[in-house]
């Protein structure tokens, strides 16, 4: 269906493109032309040609850049190249068969003028070239939300926190805690009193008893 949309179109932007380019074209140059003659210019009365070759402008861009399809970008650039490549086989019957007495608006409409500067034989190339992009008429690829849901309901979730670590199923749950290197605080056995009212500097009692097989040191 798209294609079918694509071709409409091509057809109607293609000859209301000449008639805009046309009118645009024309009083472009009569305007500029008056200025020169008369010595002076009033940039109002180059508005109406500017917005003709805008209007133009724009329908050509949406033709050869929408991805939509390249039927429609194909048709028109035939289209318009074809008259200018007429001019090669049979100049004068071409020329003659371009009605260029019209008016639209009040305003001359020379469809023969261009055709013989060539601007429509250079915008139906760029319309032609517009279709050669194979890649760019591709369909659009699938959203990046559809990705990312169907990434997050493959992915298993976990139900621990920050604060349960290790896991409740990893092995190493019965492990001692990680320290910090401090001693251990389990206070250890006193060491036993001197009694007797003895100074703490004293020293040790001497043992009573010697072994039999002993001498003394003298």
């Known amino acids: 269906m798209r294609h079918l949309w694509s071709f409409l179109a091509g057809l109607v932007v293609a000859p209301v493109t000449w008639v805009l380019v046309t009118l645009g074209q024309d009083g472009s140059s009569r ?13 109002a009365n180059l508005i109406e040609p500017a917005v003709y070759l805008g209007v133009g402008g724009v329908l050509l861009g949406l033709l050869g850049t929408l991805r939509i399809s390249p039927l429609g970008p194909l048709v028109a650039g035939l289209l318009l190249v074809t008259p200018y490549i007429g ?7 071409v020329r003659d068969s ?15 003028l261009p055709v013989e500067n060539g601007t429509l034989f250079l915008i ?28 997050t309901e493959e992915t298993p979730k976990r139900d621990f926190t920050l604060t349960d670590w290790p896991p409740l199923d990893s092995p190493d749950r019965d492990t001692p805690p990680i320290t910090l290197a401090y001693p251990d605080s389990t206070p250890t056995e006193p060491l036993p009193r001197r009694t007797g009212g003895e100074s ?18 003298r």
């Open 200 to 217: 703490p500097w004293s020293a040790p009692p001497r043992a009573t008893n010697k072994p039999e097989d002993t001498t003394g040191i």
């Open 87 to 93: 001019m090669f086989v049979a100049p004068f019957a």
């Open 98 to 112: 371009i009605p260029d007495n019209q008016k639209v608006f009040g305003d001359p409409l020379p469809l023969q």
């Open 124 to 151: 139906g190339l760029l319309l032609l070239m517009a279709t050669f992009s194979v890649q760019r008429w591709r369909r659009w690829p699938a959203p990046a939300t559809e990705t990312a849901a169907t990434t």
């Open 31 to 43: 305007t500029i032309g008056r200025w020169a003659e008369i010595g002076t210019f009033n940039t």
